[in-house]
C-alpha cells in the first residue's frame, strides 16, 4: 500500500467532534518524546505533517489526518502521549480521560499502533496501557521506535522483557514492528499491515 497523500483535517478534543467515523482509521500512541510525530512523517512521506518537538507532551489534542482521500481512503490519528509530560496532573487526567473515551468508543478505529522506544525494557506505563487495550478489546501492535539508535542484541534483550511481561497475562502476543525514523526501516511492512487491514473494513 502506497501513501499518495496525506492531509490534515482536524484537531480536536472529544469524540464528538472527529470527523465522520466513514473510513478505516489508525491511532497512534505512545509515552510522551517516543519519537511518534517523525513515525508519522516518515510513513506519509511528509517532513512537517505531525509537528516534532524536543518537549515531552507537544501533542495535546487528537488530530486526524486523512491518507489517499479520493481512493481507500482511511485516517490516520496523532493521539497524545500517555506518562510523564509537563502539564498539571489534572491536565493529564483530563487527556487521558478523552483517549481512553476516544478508543472504546471510535466504531471505525480498526487498530492501535503503540509505539514503544527500542531502546528501553518493558516499562510499567507501556505494559498497564497494553494490558488495558487487552483487557478492554482494542485491537493494537507494539510498534518499537529508534531502532537504529540500538543494538541489535540490546533490542532483542528489550523485546525478550516485553514480551515475558506480557505473557505473564496473554496467551499470545500481539504483532510487534520494528521501526526507525531515520532510516525508513518498517515502513513498507506498517503500510501492508494496514492496507490488509482495510480490506476486511
Given amino acids: 500500500m502506497e501513501i499518495k497523500e496525506a492531509e490534515f483535517v482536524s484537531s480536536v478534543i472529544s469524540i464528538a467532534q472527529c470527523p465522520p467515523p466513514d473510513k478505516p482509521e489508525y491511532a497512534f500512541i505512545g509515552r510522551s518524546n517516543v519519537g511518534k510525530s ?8 511528509r517532513k512537517g505533517l ?12 487528537i488530530n486526524h489526518f486523512i491518507i489517499n482521500k479520493d481512493s481507500d481512503a482511511w485516517y490516520l490519528v496523532d493521539l497524545p502521549g500517555y506518562g ?4 498539571s496532573k489534572v491536565q493529564r487526567a483530563k487527556w487521558e480521560e478523552f483517549i481512553r473515551s476516544y ?9 492501535v499502533f503503540v509505539l514503544l522506544d527500542a531502546r528501553h525494557e518493558a516499562l510499567k506505563p507501556d505494559l498497564e496501557f497494553m494490558r488495558w487495550l487487552g483487557e478492554t478489546g482494542i485491537p493494537f501492535v507494539m510498534l518499537f ?3 537504529d539508535k540500538v543494538s541489535a542484541p540490546a533490542m532483542e534483550r528489550n523485546f525478550k522483557a516485553y514480551s515475558e511481561k506480557m505473557l505473564e497475562d496473554w496467551e499470545n502476543l500481539p504483532q510487534a514492528f520494528f521501526s526507525s525514523a531515520e532510516t525508513g526501516k ?5 503500510l501492508e499491515f494496514i492496507g490488509k487491514t482495510n480490506l476486511v473494513y
Fill in 50 to 61: 505531525a509537528k516534532t518537538s524536543s518537549s515531552p507532551g507537544k501533542t495535546q489534542t
Fill in 84 to 87: 510523564y509530560a509537563k502539564v
Fill in 103 to 111: 478508543l472504546k468508543r471510535r466504531e471505525n478505529l480498526l487498530c
Fill in 38 to 45: 517523525s513515525l508519522i512523517n516518515m510513513l506519509t512521506s
Fill in 186 to 190: 518498517s515502513k513498507t511492512e506498517i
Fill in 145 to 147: 521506535t529508534k531502532s
